[in-house]
């Protein structure tokens, strides 16, 4: 069977690139992303300290770490951004800062670090970048923490989704389809607080023309397999739904 070479960066896009790897001992499989625009470079969930040493020498592999000019973090959960801290320090550009919710950044200051933080809130829920690209952020409260976000590149219709659209599984192929869409089931179910709240958050989404999504956890999403997998979440109970 044909096998990608997962030891290096993998474009997804002639843009975007996956810079991470493979876990033996884990099921919950972690995917930061790089945005390599005209002029700058976007770090999407960068990760956790232990996944550092190998998600940096692929982003190294592929760009100077001093390209990146912005670290959006998703929420504040240690396998989004433990890592930030030691990032910033590789970067190593006066101009780096960190777009998050408001709600995240109250907690991930905690993380002693020095880069300038980007409120999404406070500049519209935008970010214009300086070949003029604009990226849009949408919050998906409590999916699963308060200041979650989504980010949507409108130049390639992309959705890098934080943990929503994430699985769990021993799956090694990011562009796998196996399982799909009960494969998300699990993730949501445990980590997501209600089927009323992931509704709220897939309506959001449905407004949007979304070609690939890229989740934090998991395989990425694309053509036609987009509805399909906000419709099933749609409908998915999970988190409260399932305590009785
Ligand atoms: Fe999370
Ligand atoms: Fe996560």
Known sequence: MFQKDTSNALPITR???????FEESTHLQCNPYLLLDDREVVFFDPGSI????????????????????W???SHQDPDVCGNLAVVEDVIDN?????AAHINTIR???HLGIQAAFYDVEAHGYALRLQ??????????PYLHSPGAIVTYDAK??????GDLF????RNRDILSTEGFPESMNSFHQAYMPSNQILRYGMEQLERLEIQRILPQHGAVIEGDQVGVAIEHLKQLPCGVDLLE
């Not at 843009?15 to 790897?21: A, K, L, N, Q, T």
């Not at 232990?50 to 390209?67: C, G, H, S, T």
């Not at 070949?131 to 998906?140: A, D, K, N, P, V």
């Not at 390639?156 to 989704?161: R, V």
């Open 107 to 109: 907690l991930i200051q």
């Open 71 to 73: 670290i959006v973090a």
């Open 50 to 69: 232990p996944d550092f040493p190998q998600v940096m020498r692929k982003v190294i592999d592929l760009i100077n770490p001093a390209e990146i000019r």
């Open 166 to 169: 994430g699985t769990i599984s």
């Open 15 to 21: 843009e975007i690139y996956w810079v991470g790897f």
């Open 131 to 140: 070949s003029g690209r604009e990226l849009q952020f949408l919050h998906m």
């Open 156 to 161: 390639t219709k992309s959705l890098f989704s």
């Open 94 to 98: 006066p101009e780096l800062q960190v």
